[in-house]
Structure formats: C-alpha cells, structure tokens
C-alpha cells in the first residue's frame, strides 16, 4: 500500500527566507509524487510532479520539489518566501501497481505561513 | 483555461435526507476522480470512472453512488445522510491513457461543502 508522511504540521518562515516543506513516501513500485496547494475555502490547485528524470521539479509560482530516492523523500522547497504563500500545502503519492489504481493518496498537510 | 466545475458549492441537509452533487470535468478530459475532505483531514479517495467506467474503488459508503455520463460530466449521490458526511468533496479530472496511465495530472475542482444537521 502507498503511503504519505508530511512530518510537520506547521511550517513558520519569514518572508524573503527560503522555506521547505517536508515530504516522504512509501510505495510499492515506482512513485509518482505530486504537490498540491489549499488555499482557505478553495480546491486542490496543483504545483508540480515528479514521474521520471531529473530529481529537481520546477512547478508554478517558483516552487520547486527534490526527489531523492535514497531517502524516499519529495521536499518542496522555494527559494524565497512570499506572505502570499501561506496556504495548506499537500504531498501526494500514486504509484502502478499490476492494478490500475490511479488514485492519489495524500499526506496529512503542512500549514505554511509566511510572516511579514 | 477551463477548469473542473463542481455544483453546487455549498449544499445543506438534514440527515437521512439525499444529495446529488455534480462534476463537469475539463474539457477532452476523460477520466473523473472524487475524494471527500473531512474538517482538518487530508482528502481521501472514493471512487473514480474512465470512460465512463467506474475505474477505482477507495472508500466510499455503500449509501452512496456515483456515476459518469456520456458528456463525461459525473454525479455523486448520496443517501440516508449522516453527520459524519459533512465535510468538502473534491472533483478531480485528468486526461488518462488508454489502460490505465497513472502519470496524468489530476486537477481539483471547488469543492462542494455538505453539511448535514
């Protein structure tokens, strides 16, 4: 079974810092892992995937994911930190078992918030 | 661009009352996904169609249904409503292969916001 472990709940980071949310994984076969942005009272906007190749992601907004297999993690990182960041940031894992199952298992969620 | 619609986006029941909430996926999109997103929990997956075909199966109350029509817009129908059914629920589309291509994006919706008094 696929699973999704984001660590931290919270995440404090001043603005104009370089923030990084935390991600790690546990599938069977190969891991397609996404990020995905809540904003309050909004949907699931999606950021940036990992499926093959180079181990740094570069999604929307500057955001940027490394995949690093040894460690089975997929941290989101941005260099910068803007107060409009501040919003429930998810990991999502899918991998391709000898089934079809195509559906995203998600972490629990890290609260951003950028300070000013 | 266009987006996922979902409708309506914010519904009200009583309990063991019905509910039908409505999902038009992007368009030239195929593939239709639902997840239910408890108060504080991460969105955790129902049920899914390709092409018209129920696809996957997460965990999804046996009150409820779901189905994808020819336009490939879909519907959740929920029944004998609960408290505990309250919560936000998430349409998903994405673009998938033929066979199954778990690499598609799937992109979100809204959300509707049921809640059940």
């Known amino acids: 079974a696929q699973s999704v472990a984001q660590p931290e709940d919270q995440v404090n980071v001043a603005e104009g810092n370089p923030l990084t949310v935390k991600c790690t994984y546990s599938?069977?076969?190969?891991?397609?892992l996404f990020w995905y942005v809540q904003y309050p009272n909004r949907g699931l906007q999606f950021l940036l995937k990992?499926?093959?190749?180079?181990?740094l992601v570069k999604g929307s907004y500057g955001f940027e994911a490394e995949f690093n297999k040894s460690q089975t993690s997929f941290h989101l990182k941005k260099p910068s930190a803007l107060v409009s960041d501040s919003a429930l940031y998810f990991c999502?894992?899918?991998?391709?078992?000898?089934?079809?199952?195509?559906?995203?298992?998600f972490g629990s969620g890290t609260q951003l918030t950028v300070l000013p | 661009a266009a987006g996922v619609i979902q409708s309506p986006r914010h519904l009200i029941k009583e309990k063991r009352e019905t509910a039908t909430l409505k999902c038009y996926p992007i368009?030239?999109?195929?593939?239709v996904y639902w997840y239910q997103q408890g108060p504080g929990q991460d969105p955790q997956f129902l049920i899914s169609?390709?092409?018209?075909?129920?696809?996957d199966k997460g965990s999804i109350p046996d009150r409820f249904s779901a189905q994808q029509f020819s336009d490939y817009h879909s519907e959740l129908n929920m029944s004998s409503l609960e408290l505990g059914d309250s919560a936000l629920y998430f349409c998903?589309?994405?673009?998938?292969?033929?066979?199954?291509?778990?690499?598609?994006?799937?992109?979100f919706g809204p959300g509707t916001r049921l809640t059940v008094l």
């Open positions: 368009p030239r999109h195929d593939t």
């Open positions: 169609f390709y092409e018209k075909m129920q696809s």
């Open positions: 998903a589309s994405s673009s998938g292969l033929a066979g199954g291509d778990a690499t598609d994006t799937q992109y």
């Open positions: 999502a894992v899918r991998d391709l078992p000898s089934g079809s199952a195509r559906q995203l298992t």
């Open positions: 599938v069977s076969g190969n891991p397609y």
């Open positions: 990992y499926i093959t190749g180079d181990n």
